[in-house]
């Protein structure tokens, strides 16, 4: 007989929204061996007093962004709901943390909610049998909210596809072709910063008139579908990405990027506008960190791509991060 996991997340799956997206995939990966059935839950639903999990729940996933249940991040209701459920359900809770709290200027009311925000973390990871986190970083803060819960590193993954490709496919890439792609705000930034001396596709984001008058129709894929995205992507070889809005971030917050891992996933090399610090887990090092002062030559670009590829399966993909948390529901 089929377990039931109910995932929890802020919307329903299918609205190209990062965190729906995520779970969908999760979803299909945890299903995929027939030993799991998964069931999903809104915020609205959990907010609605006479919401009951389904009854054959034996585990819950939770994917936690605090602004995702309540608008200024403060959903003070959830670890009591989460509570509720785990004692009807009687299993595991493993809460995938695409956000801890926010971090901002005192001039913003985030600054003055931070000290909440950490409360209701260090709650619900102290709630959970494990908590999963995009990078060493968050695993960091983690740890100093709640040190005696279960943290384990699972980069995000790509919600564009993860195909499957040879060294072939690495090899005939053409190196002019760049592509910069991922939600609407960062696309806009990583478009107005990149060289013009290079053919770029734009995919993903709304349609932006700026944008669209920089690029011919046949580089510019606005609200672009999971496959045509990933079959642009396995066509280019490097891939722009001005993600850091402030200076003095170690790059490895960019794991939690579904840009960053939608590059790797197809092997498409990552570039930043400048330099950073090498990004590892488990003292596996990911390639680079690129940036446009020094690109990999035609010479190298092959074997980076691979190697960048090859990481991604090893730590970021879909599969490995569903056989994490399948572990975790057993043991």
Wanted: glycine fraction near 6%; hydrophobic fraction near 40%; aromatic fraction near 10%.
């Amino acid at each position: 007989m089929k377990r039931t996991i109910l995932q929890i997340v802020p919307r329903a799956p299918g609205s190209r929204e990062g965190v729906g997206d995520y779970a969908a995939i999760l979803a299909q990966r945890l299903e995929e061996p027939q030993e799991f059935q998964i069931a999903f839950a809104t915020a609205a639903e959990l907010r609605d007093e006479n919401w009951q999990p389904p009854t054959a729940t034996t585990a819950v996933i939770l994917h936690y962004v605090n602004y995702g249940y309540d608008a200024r991040g403060v959903p003070l209701w959830l670890p009591a709901k989460l509570r509720r459920i785990q004692k009807i359900c009687g299993g595991k809770t493993v809460t995938i943390f695409h956000e801890l709290y926010a971090a901002s200027s005192w001039r913003r009311s985030a600054f003055w909610l931070q000290p909440l925000q950490k409360l209701i973390a260090r709650a619900i990871a102290q709630s959970s049998a494990i908590c999963i986190v995009s990078s060493e970083i968050v695993a960091d803060q983690l740890k100093k909210l709640a040190p005696e819960a279960a943290v384990v590193v699972r980069p995000v993954m790509s919600t564009f596809g993860e195909p499957r490709l040879s060294a072939e496919q690495f090899a005939t890439r053409d190196s002019r072709r760049w592509v910069i792609c991922g939600g609407t705000e960062l696309i806009r930034r990583s478009v107005r910063s990149f060289p013009g001396d290079r053919e770029l596709f734009v995919i993903g984001g709304s349609e932006q008139p700026e944008i669209r008058g920089r690029l011919d129709d046949a580089h510019y894929f606005p609200n672009v579908e999971a496959a045509a995205a990933s079959e642009i992507l396995a066509g280019c070889a490097f891939g722009y990405l001005d993600y850091f809005e402030t200076a003095n971030i170690r790059t490895a917050a960019v794991l939690k990027s579904t840009s960053f891992a939608a590059y790797c996933a197809h092997g498409v090399v990552p570039v930043f506008p400048s330099g950073g610090s090498a990004i590892s887990l488990d003292d596996d090092a990911l390639p680079g960190p690129f940036c446009l002062t020094n690109v990999p030559t035609e010479a190298e670009r092959s074997a980076v791509a691979e190697a960048t590829y090859e990481w991604y399966q090893r730590h970021g993909s879909s599969t490995h991060l569903a056989a994490s948390i399948a572990e975790a529901l057993a043991s």
